[in-house]
C-alpha cells in the first residue's frame, strides 16, 4: 500500500500540469480572427441553400477582376459546421446576423481545403465575413 500512496503522490502533481493545460487551452479566452491571407472569394451572394439556422450553401459572384489572390469571381460554397463567421468589422458575427445572410448579402469568404477548379469554383468555407446586408 506503501507503493500505491508514493505512486499516486508522485503522479498527482503531473495530472493537476495536464489539467491545468487543458482548462487554459479550451479557456484562454482566444478571440477567433479572420484568416491571414486573401480570401478566395469577395463578392454578393446570389443564391442561398437554407439550413439550420444558418446557410447549408452559398452562391457567391463578384467583379471581375477579383482581389489580387482570389480563386475566383464566382463560387459555390458549402458551409459545414465549423464554419466562422464574422462582421463587417472583423469580430465575430452574431447568430442573428448569420441568420440573415440572403440574396444581395456581400461577402467575403476564405476556403478550407481543396477547391474544385470547375466554373463556378466549388470549395467549402472555413469562414465568411459579412460585409454588408
Known amino acids: 500500500m506503501r507503493v ?3 505512486l499516486l503522490a508522485g503522479l ?9 493545460g487543458v482548462v487554459l487551452a479550451t479557456s484562454s479566452g482566444c478571440t477567433p480572427s479572420l484568416p491571414s491571407g486573401p480570401p478566395g472569394i469577395t463578392g454578393t451572394v446570389t443564391s442561398i441553400v437554407p439550413g439550420d439556422g444558418r446557410p447549408a450553401s452559398l452562391l457567391v459572384e463578384g467583379p471581375r477582376p477579383q482581389p489580387q489572390g482570389a480563386v475566383s469571381d464566382k463560387a459555390h460554397v458549402s458551409i459545414p ?11 465575430r ?21 481543396a477547391v474544385a477548379e470547375s466554373y ?3 470549395g467549402s468555407a472555413k469562414a465568411v465575413q459579412i460585409l454588408a446586408p
Do not use: D, H, Y
Open 81 to 91: 459546421p465549423a464554419t466562422q463567421f464574422f462582421g463587417a468589422q472583423g469580430g
Open 93 to 113: 458575427a452574431t447568430l442573428a446576423q448569420v441568420g440573415a445572410i440572403a440574396k444581395g448579402t456581400k461577402v467575403r469568404v476564405w476556403f478550407e481545403g
Open 4 to 6: 500505491e500512496s508514493l
Open 12 to 20: 498527482a502533481p503531473l495530472l493537476a500540469i495536464v489539467v491545468l
Open 120 to 122: 463556378p469554383v466549388q
